[in-house]
Nanobody
Framework: QVQLEESGGGLVQAGGSLRLSCAAS???????MGWFRQAPGKEREFVAS????????YYADSVKGRFTISRDNAKNTVYLQMNSLKPEDTGVYYC???????????WGQGTQVAVSS
């Protein structure tokens, strides 16, 4: 069982930056780690992910060029650097860990990001 704890959310003006962190309670070296978000009244959507084996990254088109996902396996932590934030980036951001061997997903409780115009 892996527990995930997000931090770093907050209120920022459009054009600003935030850095989210997600700390895992166990080793996640082989897990694919990712970030998802859910805006009010909308479904949860994929934002970015990073593989454990080769650190390959994936991004939603809406955040490409503005967000950067990274991981520190020694700290069992994944980060999401968010630059040039827009009001449409507002939502609850959830950390995800995917165990490909067991086909299991783990989720954090989420951290709120609010971008004012």
């Amino acid at each position: 069982q892996v527990q995930l704890e997000e931090s770093g959310g907050g209120l920022v003006q459009a054009g600003g930056s935030l850095r989210l962190s997600c700390a895992a309670s166990a080793r996640t070296f082989f897990y694919q780690m990712g970030w998802f978000r859910q805006a009010p009244g909308k479904e949860r959507e994929f934002v970015a992910s990073i593989r454990g084996s080769d650190y390959r990254t994936y991004y939603a088109d809406s955040v490409k060029g503005r967000f950067t996902i990274s991981r520190d396996n020694a700290k069992n932590t994944v980060y999401l650097q968010m630059n040039s934030l827009k009001p449409e980036d507002t939502g609850v951001y959830y950390c995800n860990a995917y165990d490909g061997f067991r086909n299991r997903d783990y989720w954090g409780q989420g951290t709120q990001v609010a971008v004012s115009s």
